[in-house]
């Protein structure tokens, strides 16, 4: 890779390889994120694959047809100075996306529409996806929305600390039957791996619903502090587990 090809974002330098790909790690640090966000954990999540896929597709039969080198559109490398994981534009302003949204616009704005690229073509990728696949972003979108919501109102009840993670594994276990690292371990998950882009749509949709709840629960009884918020938080996600599960039952019954 030449040094010399890179991007100017907020003042630090996004390397850039002979063929255009972005270094994820570069982007990574700019956004100052955790190590459970890492390039190597977002490229296994159902979006990336998704996203991968499709461009993939889109770029070798565009190589084939101009009778051009294929290149990948997204690689690992190891060397000097050279190292990390490196990603056709697309994928750096989706990945720039997952670590957060106004990283991805400036990405967006000073990549692909200076240099001239289809600012359009990741939802266009989306498009193309499977229903199941779209389904699922749309889910984790949703619940992500609700996520803010929920930890909005924590901090307004007078969350701190570690108050946030005891008040979320108690809407895993109430839930989903385990503490965050316990879940993890069972579906063969890294220990710092965003488990809710692992989860499924289902899994998604009840989180989401338990947090709402939660929310819901702890303003109209007004709890304060970690202990009341997280106890209220468990109480509603087992009414939403409760709800499950009676669900499945009555459905298991034999019709009248």
């Known amino acids: ?119 359009t073509l990741a939802d266009e990728i989306l498009q193309r996806a499977t229903a199941e696949e779209n389904k699922w972003a ?23 600390g570690k108050g946030y993670m005891r008040c979320t594994e108690a809407v895993y276990v109430n839930l989903l039957g385990g503490k965050s690292f316990e879940l993890r371990n069972r579906r063969g998950l890294a220990p710092k791996v965003n488990l809710r882009d692992n989860l499924d749509v289902a899994e998604l949709s009840y989180v989401m619903a338990a947090e709402a709840l939660s929310s819901e629960r702890i303003i109209e009884e007004n709890r304060q502090g970690n202990e009341a918020c997280e106890e209220a938080s468990g109480i509603s996600a087992s009414a939403i587990r409760r709800a499950i599960e009676e669900d499945r039952r009555n459905r298991q019954r034999p019709l009248v």
């Open 138 to 160: 749309g889910a984790r979108a949703l619940a992500r929305g609700e996520r803010i919501s929920y930890t909005g109102v924590l901090k307004k009840h007078g969350v701190e």
């Open 1 to 119: 890779m030449n040094d010399s090809r890179s991007l100017i974002l907020r003042g630090a330098r996004i390397a850039e390889d002979q063929f255009g790909h972005l270094r994820l790690d570069d982007i990574w640090r700019l956004a100052k994120s955790k190590p459970s966000k890492l390039p190597k954990h977002w490229r296994t999540t159902v979006l990336a694959k998704a996203l991968i896929g499709e461009l993939q597709k889109k770029v070798t039969t565009n190589d084939i047809k101009q009778n051009a080198p294929m290149v990948p559109v997204i690689y690992s490398k190891v060397g000097r100075g050279n190292d990390g994981t490196f990603a056709h534009p697309v994928l750096a302003a989706a990945y720039a996306g997952y670590l957060s949204a106004k990283l991805e616009i400036e990405v967006r704005e000073v990549w692909l529409r200076y240099r001239k690229g289809d600012a």
